[in-house]
């Protein structure tokens, strides 16, 4: 294979990549990469890569899998290390060393060393594969703060404030190191096992494609992160909803009055004009457990979503129901922290801290019946998992019958609905039911399903 063939098919193995973790990149796109690949060369591999990201990216979120997916089709070095790994000790000298210099170009050579020293694993005399956790693990790099603050400061001194600034900082420097190791461990492991295998398993997907029951701390903060830009999206595209209905249908008798000075042909069709009022809406949220990161993005977004609707009332239960509408009010300020204020302000709680959605659904249609009306659009967020107890069916065909519409939003995925003590179908049989496990998959139902 000549070198341009070899570009050209590790340029579209990147791209192939790329679409694969929800990166939209059109042929157009494609050929402006190529462009830019030429134009820039690849003896600078920084600059190739703000190259190709300035061609192929659509936001700032895409550029953590764009990073990843890049260094194994662009990768710094092949093969091992050059020089023998040092013993452990050795490698942590020399990581505290670099850490306090800030210096990148050796922090990445010290990564490299610690994979290969510190990270392989299985029998054969070539290691049957690399792990960055085993690496990190045996390295402890984290540690290393106190000893690399204390020489930062020998250098340069600072007051107690600088302290703890010079901490992040350090902190984010030891961050840095720890994804230079993750990226290496990839590196090498894509070089036995094939690139494009690696960046379709081992590359961590976009927060807007993190299954919110397994999503992280830090993957939930970035997915809050993105309320504010996502709200704005939606709300664009129900007022254009919202003026397409508003045009009504064609009203038949006045369209044939009116073709009568056309001989009969309806030229000039007459709408009949609604005057809709705007909708009302509820939403009735499962704060316990891993489904809790879930509702209050949902809870969130809504929020943010308000000026479209009349009114916006939003309720949390884990057992007991508890309306939740004062506090999202100020969530704005501090999204990181809705859920703990929820749970220690309202009361979500009876005898026990297990999810009842039986009790819970009922106490909602004793207490809370005035809350929904024929202009109201519930929407019940949770996993349906009844933790064995009565699922209180007759409480939904109630709140069904008053309401608009009832909708249910599941975040478990449609295969596991009904195992175990998962009750989705039986509520699935009263209320529409949606799996929505991923930020994208809730933009995409909440902008078709909200009501203009």
């Not at 953590?64 to 000790?89: M, N, Q």
């Amino acid at each position: 294979m000549t070198a341009t063939a070899d570009v050209a098919s590790r340029l579209t193995g990147f791209v192939g990549a790329l679409r694969s973790h929800g990166v939209r990149v059109g042929t157009g796109e494609t050929v402006d990469a190529a462009r830019a690949a030429a134009a820039l060369g690849f003896a600078d591999r920084e600059l190739l890569r703000e190259g190709l990201a300035a061609t192929l990216l659509h936001t700032a979120g895409q550029r953590p899998v764009f990073d990843a997916v890049f260094d194994l089709y662009f990768p710094r070095a092949v093969g091992a290390p050059g020089a023998e790994p040092g013993d452990r000790e050795d490698l942590r000298e020399r990581l505290a060393a670099a850490l306090a210099a800030d210096d990148a170009a050796l922090l990445g050579r010290l990564a490299a060393e610690a994979v290969d020293g510190l990270g392989g694993y299985g029998s054969s005399p070539a290691s049957d594969g690399w792990s960055s956790y085993q690496t990190l693990d045996r390295l402890r790099p984290q540690t290393l703060l106190a000893r690399v603050r204390d020489d930062v400061r020998a250098r340069g001194g600072g007051d107690g404030f600088a302290d703890r600034l010079l901490e992040d900082e350090i902190r984010r420097r030891i961050e840095t190191f720890r994804r230079m190791v993750a990226a290496e461990a990839r590196r090498r492991v894509a070089e036995r096992r094939g690139r494009d295998e690696i960046a379709r398993r081992a590359v961590a997907p976009s927060p807007d494609r993190v299954d919110f029951l397994f999503a992280g701390r830090d993957q939930l903060a970035e997915l809050r992160r993105t309320v504010q830009p996502l709200a704005r999206k939606l709300a664009t595209r129900l007022a254009a909803r919202r003026r397409r209905a508003s045009r009504g249908t064609v009203d038949l008798r006045r369209t044939l009055r009116g073709s009568l000075s056309t001989g009969g042909v309806p030229m000039r069709p007459v709408l009949r004009r609604r005057r809709p009022a705007r909708p009302e809406l509820v939403l009735l949220c499962d704060v316990s457990g891993s489904v809790s990161g879930f509702s209050d993005f949902t809870m969130l977004l809504v929020q943010a979503l308000h000026d479209q609707f009349a009114r916006v009332r939003v309720f949390a239960f884990v057992n007991r129901v508890d309306e939740v509408t004062r506090l999202l009010v100020h969530g704005a300020a501090d999204p990181g922290g809705l859920g703990a204020r929820i749970r220690s302000e309202a009361t979500l709680t009876g005898w026990h801290g297990s999810s009842d959605y039986g009790v819970a659904l009922g106490e909602f249609a004793e207490r809370y019946a005035d809350a929904v009306g024929p202009r109201t659009t519930v929407f019940v967020l949770g996993d349906a998992r009844t933790n064995g107890t009565d699922p209180n069916l007759p409480a939904v065909r109630r709140l069904a019958g008053r309401a608009r519409r009832v909708y249910w939003l599941n975040p478990e995925q449609r295969s596991h609905w009904g195992t175990g003590d998962s009750a989705a179908p039986a509520y699935a049989e009263v209320a529409e039911m949606h799996e929505c496990r991923t930020a994208r998959q809730l933009s995409a139902l909440v902008g078709r399903l909200l009501p203009v």
